[in-house]
């Protein structure tokens, strides 16, 4: 019986990872704020360069040893500024599926944001989101381009969530002093399902006001994509999900932009 | 067979028949229905008294609450079956609300032995359980304004498996409990699983959720 007792304590103490309240229980532990910790490095990496690499991946979901290969692969290259994760970075919205994305994440060698996504909105699945990686929608510079980051996922919320929020991009506009472009990212693109399609004229024409927009991306529809939506030659370009193992690596020059799709 | 005869028998029987009812006295009819009532009571207390827990049961963790607390029925020929409900707090942690959850968990204990004295030692414990989050902000089925087979599964529902080994004490007839047995269990549920059977990189380690629990028996 003591014998039994005491290995049921060793068994406890060696096992605190075991404890679990309940799968949406948001009871973290780990590295908080991420995005907030990422942009200071890449708004350090990247100032006073003319020419920007990123790569744009998203919908990690259940793909976790895909997206696990994906941060081996990038790490074996050293010519990318930073990495932006497009959303649905869980699959269920569980709490533990964000830390199994956090430390595969984690372990690239450059900076990465990350976007929240429509799966990652699910249960409570965003309180999660807010904490490890921060607020839903967020800006960053990058040298003299500036990348703005938008919450987009309006089907999951109701109309005192505003999404897209207008408000954010009209005080984002007014800080774009010394900024030559801006790209705007989002994980769900205009007149998909889950976007508020009431507004995707006017969000795109928002958009437009912001000095040199000349392409837009978004992840979400696990297929690659190259869109003009608005009849103004301004693509929405769409990354695949993680599923396919490839993601897109961007190229921005004083004289215009390039990207390609990279399989790993 | 002739009508003389018939006609005989029915006459015989209802003359049978008047004289036990004529016969009975006021007393007897009075007593006959008070029997009755009586039994009725009893089959009807009976009845519900089967429904009244055997034991009350407390457990941490678990992927169910923090803690949660329950009553539970034993049955079948060695009492090896058992049936639970249980209600669990999660506190709020980083969310913005605590949920109370609800669960129904079958066991299944197939085996005692006895590890001398008033100690036994149950080696395997087996069951599934499911478990509820009682708050809107989770659903059983999505919502409508989503297509039809957006999501395909529920936030607010998960169905879990376990195993595990209890040891019981047994306290003797005039204790508040018979006998208290204390637990624990290893679960993963079903999102779990899927996870983990489509990734090398999601571990049997990673999806697994250790609990800790007493069972006090007073039936």
Not at chain 2, 194 to 203: F, M, R
Request: aromatic share 14%; glycine share 8%; net charge negative.
């Amino acid at each position: 019986m003591k014998r039994a007792i005491l290995y049921g304590i060793i068994l406890f103490l060696c096992g605190c990872d075991l404890i679990e309240y309940h799968p949406y229980d948001v009871r973290l532990h780990g590295e908080t704020d991420i995005n907030a910790k990422n942009i200071a490095r890449i708004e350090e990496i990247c100032e006073g360069k003319d020419t920007l690499r990123f790569v744009l991946m998203g919908d990690s979901q259940r793909w976790y040893d895909e997206t696990e290969d994906f941060v081996k692969a990038l790490n074996n290259r050293d010519d990318v500024d930073f990495v932006i994760h497009g959303g649905d970075i869980s699959d269920f919205g569980l709490t533990k599926e964000f830390m199994w994305v956090r430390d595969i994440m984690g372990k690239l060698k450059v900076p990465y944001v990350a976007l929240l996504g429509n799966h990652d909105i699910l249960g409570n699945g965003m309180d999660v989101f807010l904490e490890v990686y921060g607020k839903e929608n967020f800006s960053f510079r990058a040298g003299n381009t500036k990348f703005i980051c938008l919450n987009t996922n309006a089907l999951e919320f109701d109309y005192s969530h505003p999404v897209p929020d207008f408000t954010f991009m009209y005080n984002e506009l007014q800080d774009t002093v010394g900024c030559l472009r801006t790209v705007p990212v989002m994980h769900v693109q205009p007149f998909n399902v889950e976007f508020n399609n009431n507004v995707a004229y006017g969000f795109h024409a928002l958009l437009l006001e912001f000095p040199g927009v000349e392409f837009c991306l978004h992840a979400h529809s696990h297929t690659l994509l190259h869109e003009v939506l608005f009849d103004d030659g301004i693509p929405y370009i769409g990354c695949a999900a993680m599923k396919d193992k490839n993601y897109l690596l961007f190229t921005l020059t004083l004289g215009g932009y390039e990207y390609e799709v990279v399989y790993y | 067979m002739k009508w003389s005869i018939i006609r005989v028998g029915i006459m015989t029987m209802f003359m049978g028949v008047a004289t036990i009812v004529l016969g009975m006295t006021d007393d007897d009819r009075e007593q006959r229905r008070a029997e009755r009532h009586q039994r009725k009571l009893q089959q009807y207390k009976s009845g519900w008294n089967r429904l009244i827990p055997k034991y009350q049961n407390i457990q941490y963790a678990g992927s169910m609450g923090l803690l949660s607390l329950g009553v539970g029925w034993d049955y079948g020929k060695k009492k090896q079956w058992e049936t639970e409900i249980m209600f669990g707090l999660v506190p709020r942690f980083s969310s913005n609300k605590a949920k109370v959850t609800f669960t129904l968990k079958q066991n299944y204990a197939p085996w005692e032995v006895s590890l001398g004295g008033k100690w036994w030692l149950e080696p395997l414990v087996t069951g599934l359980y499911m478990n509820t989050v009682l708050s809107d902000d989770f659903w059983v089925k999505e919502p409508e304004k989503y297509p039809s087979n957006y999501y395909k599964f529920s936030t607010r529902v998960r169905f879990h498996i376990f195993a595990g080994q209890r040891v019981a004490f047994d306290l003797g007839p005039h204790s508040p409990f018979r006998r208290i047995t204390a637990f624990y269990e290893l679960s993963t549920c079903d999102l779990y699983i899927i996870s983990s059977a489509t990734n090398k990189y999601v571990k049997t380690w990673d999806i697994l959720s250790l609990s800790f629990g007493v069972k006090l028996h007073i039936l």
